[in-house]
């Protein structure tokens, strides 16, 4: 195989643009800011809708990504699909969420699950998961964190 038959499939860079989002500049402190800004996005979706939030150092939103959208009562999210956007981004950190559509925000074994897995899949590549919180359309809110579950 000679070096002309070789050609770059896609190309990675980074790129930096001024933040306009409302998250711009929001800071999470602690489970409930986190609790906001999700159900801001995503509280009042029909289906499940599982978000990224990509934090830099100083846990300042440096990004938003919807990672999947699934059905009434589930989404199966990958933790490559989630990664990839916090590599894309630079971010330090992340914390996930997801909306439970039936008001009810107790997690289920799957969200138990995916949240395992994502935090070992950021552990290896140095993006710690802080949290990953389940936000409803009534206000209701659960911290897998707070819960014991990360």
């Not at 050609?7 to 001024?18: A, C, M």
């Not at 500049?25 to 990224?52: C, G, H, N």
């Not at 150092?57 to 933790?79: C, D, F, M, Q, Y």
Request: charged share 25%; glycine share 4%; no cysteine.
């Amino acid at each position: 195989m000679n070096l002309e038959s070789i050609f770059e499939v896609v190309r990675i860079r980074q790129e930096i643009r001024e933040a306009k989002e409302a998250f711009a500049a929001y800071k999470i402190t602690s489970p409930m800011d986190a609790e906001k800004l999700a159900a801001s996005y995503i509280a009042d979706e029909d289906r499940e809708v599982f978000l990224v939030m990509m934090l830099n150092t100083k846990n300042e939103v440096i990004g938003l990504h919807r990672a999947h959208v699934g059905s009434l009562n589930a989404s199966v999210v990958h933790p490559r699909e989630v990664m990839k956007s916090a590599i894309l981004n630079n971010a330090a950190s992340i914390i996930v969420s997801h909306q439970h559509p039936s008001g009810d925000p107790t997690p289920s074994m799957e969200d138990i699950e995916v949240t395992r897995r994502i935090a070992e899949a950021g552990k290896t590549l140095g993006i710690q998961l802080l949290d990953h919180i389940i936000v409803t359309h009534k206000g209701n809110h659960m911290s897998l964190k707070e819960k014991g579950y990360l």
